[in-house]
T-cell receptor, first 114, second 117 residues
Framework: AQSVSQHNHHVILSEAASLELGCNYS??????LFWYVQYPGQHLQLLLK??????LVKGIKGFEAEFIKSKFSFNLRKPSVQWSDTAEYFC????????????FGQGTTLQVKP | DTGVSQDPRHKITKRGQNVTFRCDPI?????LYWYRQTLGQGPEFLTY????????KSRLLSDRFSAERPKGSFSTLEIQRTEQGDSAMYLC???????????????FGPGTRLTVL
C-alpha cells in the first residue's frame, strides 16, 4: 500500500536551532517527493520537490531535503530556524503514473520559540 | 499572479442538506484535483480532472459526492445529504502537465471549510 509516514507530530525548537523532520514513504515504482508548508491562516505552499538527479534538493527559505532511496526517506532540514518558520509541514509522494495524485503524510507542527 | 481560488471559504450546513463548492484553477492549468483534510491529518486525495475528463476517483468519494469540470476550467464539488462525518476542509489544487515521467507540481487553494451540524 502507498503511504507516507512523518515521525514527528509536534516539534518545538528555539530560534537558531537546527531542524530535521523525518519522512518515510512506501511506494512501488519511481517516486516524486514533495514538502509542502502551511503557515497559520494560509494555504499549502510548495517548499521543495525531488523528481530525479541530485538527491539533495534545495528549496525556498533555506530549507533542503535529502532523498535516500535505500531508506525510503526524504527528510527535511534547515540549519537555523526562525520564528517565522512556525507552521505545519507535510511530506507527500507521487509517482510516475498518469494520475498525478499526491499521498500526504499526517503533517508535523513546528513551533519555533523566539 | 492569480492563484487557485475557492468559494465559499466557509460553509455551515445542517445534516441532510446539499452543498456545492467551487474551485477556479490557475489559468491554463489543465489538471485539477480535490482533496479533503481533517484536523490533524494530511490532505487525502478525492478526485482529479484532466481538462473536463474525470480520470480518477478515490474510494473516499462515496455516491453522495460528485465533481464536475464542465468546460475544463472551474470545477464544482457537490455533497448530497451531508453527514457530520463530512465536516472537513476541502482543498482544490491545479497543475499543468510537466512531463510523462513525473508528478506535476500542484498549487493549492485556500480551501473550503465545511461544518455539518
Amino acid at each position: 500500500a502507498q503511504s507516507v509516514s512523518q515521525h514527528n507530530h509536534h516539534v518545538i525548537l528555539s530560534e537558531a536551532a537546527s531542524l530535521e523532520l523525518g519522512c518515510n514513504y512506501s511506494y512501488g515504482g519511481t517516486v516524486n517527493l514533495f514538502w509542502y508548508v502551511q503557515y497559520p491562516g494560509q494555504h499549502l505552499q510548495l517548499l521543495l520537490k525531488y523528481f530525479s538527479g541530485d538527491p539533495l534538493v534545495k528549496g525556498i527559505k533555506g530549507f533542503e531535503a535529502e532523498f535516500i532511496k535505500s531508506k525510503f526517506s526524504f527528510n527535511l532540514r534547515k540549519p537555523s530556524v526562525q520564528w517565522s518558520d512556525t507552521a505545519e509541514y507535510f511530506c507527500a509522494v507521487g509517482g510516475s503514473s498518469n494520475t498525478g495524485k499526491l499521498i500526504f503524510g499526517q503533517g508535523t507542527t513546528l513551533q519555533v520559540k523566539p | 499572479d492569480t492563484g487557485v481560488s475557492q468559494d465559499p471559504r466557509h460553509k455551515i450546513t445542517k445534516r441532510g442538506q446539499n452543498v456545492t463548492f467551487r474551485c477556479d484553477p490557475i489559468s491554463e492549468h489543465n489538471r485539477l484535483y480535490w482533496y479533503r483534510q481533517t484536523l490533524g491529518q494530511g490532505p487525502e486525495f478525492l478526485t482529479y480532472f484532466q481538462n473536463e475528463a474525470q480520470l480518477e476517483k478515490s474510494r473516499l468519494l462515496s455516491d453522495r459526492f460528485s465533481a464536475e469540470r464542465p468546460k475544463g476550467s472551474f470545477s464544482t464539488l457537490e455533497i448530497q445529504r451531508t453527514e457530520q462525518g463530512d465536516s472537513a476542509m476541502y482543498l482544490c489544487a491545479s497543475s499543468v502537465r510537466e512531463g510523462l515521467l513525473s508528478t506535476d507540481t500542484q498549487y493549492f487553494g485556500p480551501g473550503t471549510r465545511l461544518t455539518v451540524l
